[in-house]
């Protein structure tokens, strides 16, 4: 027979998860979703009936990948912080967080401007348009929700009501941000590289 | 027995009884507690159940004789899409989400699931998905004076499914009713597995978990990873049919194929998400009424992983009449068959449990005894159409519907009514009748069996699925009269049940805490347990922890 008093300090460890796990149980998931979109990408891949291809309209989002990139590294920056009670450090990272999400959005909207009234080409042209627009829209999506979610925390932050104690909940939530951005990787790779 | 359950409770006594009517809805409305959304979900799917069989029953009437005038094709084709959809998502899966949501917390001794309100929201998701499946009986006609059920078939193939096609909204409704259930699945999804790994009271190891709870473990999981690719097929499916997309767009060069690799790699995961409860149940009902533990636990858990992880790789054996290319038929016809090995591995198991133990056949015995026969018999039928040619020669024929059901209703309906007769002592503290369950249990039996053993003989004679009428003269007509005949002895016996649960729940006979002297923990509290469960935390030394209270001279731990 183990020790009860062990058990219970087991148990309450494991309480300490429940996020965590919560949230991957989430990630995998959405990692089954987008596997679809992807699925669907490259099983039509070179088969729209008229044009334009990939090759033709897009280029490589350098900037917007970089941006998108570098917030994985500031939101950890930012818990981080927050788990050592640095308020101050943890505002600028979390801000920064949210302002290079941001510009990754507002890139992906001058990108889709200069396809659709540009290009021409939209959701209902090809099957390029088709599964470009829902790969890379429902991404976006994701970027937008995660966005919503660090404003909430933000304006918890600024009306001084985010404590070390939340720590674990930043952190939560920073899964899911790298979730994003890995799922951006593997958009990269298929749609942009891969053109 | 009820040695972790009481005391708090008699300050609480009464409280809720003496509510008004409105109040008393209202906190079945706001609830969070796991136990009364158990209950919610068990009751809707009940009249979920309720209403799919009655368009089964409906279908059958069409069929019994032929060239039948009784309900038109489009009727039909909407009953058959209702029936199957109603069957699997807002039957079997609430059956799953209500069973585990109850059971769970209580079987690892824990308060409630690890977010309270989610899953309440994912109850509510789920009912409401339902209900605007079914408004599209009022609400789908649209401006086209087209369509008002869905008609597309469960499985909702393209092109029908495409604007030419399928006019109207109905097509929309069947989308937007299993995206949001589906949304609702995820969640409680999410809120098993999280609550199974972390919520586990001290000495609840992951080898000490009583079986029912890993294999709703894996089911959960199951669920994570394959209900969000079928969210995604629909969402394609709305972009085509509202935004001019071309996913399954053949014209623009789309493929009717795609859809069908998306739909199956949802679809027949769903299969074994559905039948893993049944399992579960077997799990913890034949052992109590063997007098013995479980045979080969571990061996039962490895087989339920491995069923979980083989059934995402199975999925093709529904399109070997597509023309994939041979090394593909041949690879998802292994795999098939390959999966019948860990459900063949359960079943041995189960028979061990039973072998050289002392049998009592109450009630649920008797439900888990015969699906054991009756899931042989469909398990087998299974891997028979896992040979690709008989698959050519049967595909979307009778001989299919009648595999299916026997998994589904000889499988998966025989435990849920075990369950209810096992777990409905715990739930509402008085015994179902003894004498009108086993009516129940003969006449059902009696009328599956007379009406799905018959419906395989159409199958083979080339009877195929989903027509509404047929010719004289083929050899069909004594089998379909058969089959209609059995649904009207189903009838019977669920007339049976449903007095059993009526009348019992007004004057059946008090439980106590353990009616069946079983050993795991729900049993430890009292009937109904109260809101918060346990009194004090449990600590489990064993896999059959109320064994070792009874028996503190015996206890199972000193075999570990």
């Not at chain 1, 008093?5 to 309480?15: F, K, M, P, R, S």
């Amino acid at each position: 027979m183990i020790a009860s008093a062990h058990d219970a300090e087991a148990v309450d460890d494991l309480h300490a998860w429940k996020g965590r796990i919560g949230m991957a149980c989430l990630i995998a998931a959405e990692t089954s979703f987008f596997g679809v979109f992807i699925v669907a990408y490259l099983f039509y891949r070179g088969k729209s009936a008229t044009g334009p291809q990939p090759a033709d309209v897009l280029s490589t989002p350098l900037l917007a990948t970089i941006c998108l990139l570098s917030s994985s590294v500031t939101i950890s920056l930012a818990v981080r912080a927050l788990r050592a009670g640095l308020h101050g450090a943890f505002r600028i990272w979390w801000l920064a967080t949210i302002a290079l999400g941001a510009s990754f959005l507002a890139a992906t909207a001058l990108e889709w401007r200069e396809l659709i009234f540009g290009r021409g080409l939209t959701i209902a042209t090809n099957l390029f348009g088709t599964t470009f627009y829902a790969l890379v829209g429902f991404h976006a999506l994701h970027v937008t929700l995660g966005l919503t979610m660090l404003a909430f925390v933000l304006g918890a932050a600024l009306r001084g009501r985010l404590g070390a104690e939340h720590a674990e909940h930043a952190e939560v939530l920073s899964w899911y941000w790298h979730f994003v951005d890995a799922v951006w990787v593997a958009v990269l790779a298929v749609v942009y590289l891969g053109r | 027995m009820a040695v972790l359950g009481q005391s708090i409770d008699t300050v609480r006594t009464g409280e809720g009884e003496s509510l008004p009517l409105a109040a008393r809805l209202h906190e079945w409305v706001v609830t969070v507690d796991h136990k009364r959304l158990g209950l919610m979900y068990i009751a809707s799917a009940l009249v979920f159940f309720l209403v799919a069989g009655s368009m089964a029953a409906l279908m059958r009437i069409q069929l019994a004789v032929p060239l039948n005038g009784f309900l038109g094709p489009n009727t039909f084709n909407r009953l058959m899409t209702m029936h199957g959809t109603t069957m699997v998502f807002f039957v079997g899966m609430p059956m799953f989400f209500g069973f585990a949501n109850y059971l769970v917390p209580l079987q690892i001794g824990a308060r409630d699931l690890a977010f309270p309100r989610l899953n309440a929201f994912g109850f509510w998701m789920f009912l409401f998905g339902g209900l605007l499946l079914y408004f599209s009986f009022l609400g789908a006609e649209g401006l086209y004076g087209a369509g008002s059920a869905p008609d597309v078939g469960w499985f909702a193939y393209a092109p029908l499914t495409s604007r030419a096609f399928s006019r109207g909204n109905s097509t929309d409704y069947w989308i937007l009713g299993i995206l949001l259930s589906g949304v609702g699945s995820t969640a409680t999804a999410i809120n098993l597995v999280t609550t199974i790994l972390t919520m586990r009271c001290p000495g609840m190891t992951l080898r000490r978990m009583p079986l029912f709870v890993w294999i709703m473990l894996v089911d959960a999981a199951l669920v994570l990873f394959i209900l969000s690719p079928l969210a995604a097929a629909q969402v394609m499916l709305l972009f085509d049919r509202f935004l001019g997309a071309h996913f399954f767009d053949t014209q623009a060069g789309g493929s009717a194929v795609l859809w069908q690799h998306f739909f199956w790699f949802f679809g027949h995961p769903e299969v074994y998400v559905l039948i893993l409860p049944a399992f579960a149940i077997a799990s913890e009902i034949i052992p109590v009424f063997s007098r013995k533990p479980l045979f080969g636990y571990p061996v039962m858990v490895a087989a339920t992983v491995c069923i979980g992880f083989i059934s995402m790789g199975v999925w093709a054996h529904h399109m070997f009449t597509v023309g994939l290319d041979p090394a593909t038929n041949t690879f998802f016809a292994a795999s098939t068959m390959a999966i019948a090995v860990p459900t063949g591995i359960k079943i041995f198991n189960w028979l061990g449990t039973m072998w050289g133990g002392r049998i009592r056949f109450r009630v649920p015995m008797l439900w888990c005894t015969a699906f054991l026969l009756e899931f042989v018999i469909a398990g087998l039928t299974g891997v028979m159409l896992a040979v690709v040619p008989f698959d050519w020669q049967l595909s979307d024929t009778y001989f299919v519907v009648a595999h299916f059901h026997f998994v589904l209703i000889g499988g998966l309906l025989f435990n849920l009514f075990a369950a209810i007769y096992f777990w409905f002592p715990k739930a509402t503290g008085r015994m179902l009748d003894e004498r009108l369950g086993r009516l129940h249990f003969f006449w059902f039996v009696l009328g599956f069996n007379l009406t799905f053993l018959p419906m395989h003989v159409p199958g083979l004679l080339g009877m195929p699925r989903r027509i509404y009428t047929y010719q004289p003269g083929r050899g069909w007509e004594i089998w379909n009269m058969v089959t209609t005949l059995g649904v009207a002895v189903q009838v019977i016996g669920l007339l049976f049940f449903l007095w059993n649960v009526v009348s019992s729940l007004r004057a059946g006979a008090p439980a106590g805490d353990d009616p069946w002297d079983a050993w795991t923990l729900e049993w430890a509290t009292t009937s109904p347990p109260p809101e918060y469960n346990f009194e004090s935390v449990p600590t489990v030394h064993s896999r059959r922890p109320l064994w070792d209270l009874k028996h503190p001279d015996d206890p199972d731990g000193r075999w570990e």
